[in-house]
């Protein structure tokens, strides 16, 4: 299995479906690999479009190469946002004073309908 890092400088030579530019390294996240199969996310640094696509290594060494299955264009917002140490501090402060009741925080059923679904 290559690497990411082998992965994402040969995906550079993909371009936007949208509005034609070229994905550099920094704009591709290789999510996942296994069994020789890698899923990977595109964000186009130019128009914002965000795409993904599964692509297979054939071969090995210096004789693999790439097949890139279909640019799926993401749907807007489908990238989770990253935390931050707002988001860190806050969890801190919640689990300072959280005493482990699970079903008083998401209600009897699970369903957030508890404390939280309020
Ligand atoms: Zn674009």
Known sequence: MEGADWLRTRLT?????????????????VRAQ???????????????????AIVTVVGRGRAARLEVGELAESPPGARSPSLGPADVLAMRRF??????DFRSLFGADGRAGGRLGA
């Open 34 to 52: 296994r069994d020789g199969l890698s899923f990977v996310d595109f964000v186009c640094r130019a128009c914002g479009r965000e795409a993904n």
């Open 13 to 29: 030579s993909l371009h936007c479906a949208t509005c034609g530019r070229s994905y550099r390294d920094g704009q591709i996240r």
């Open 95 to 100: 689990l300072r004073r959280f005493n482990g």
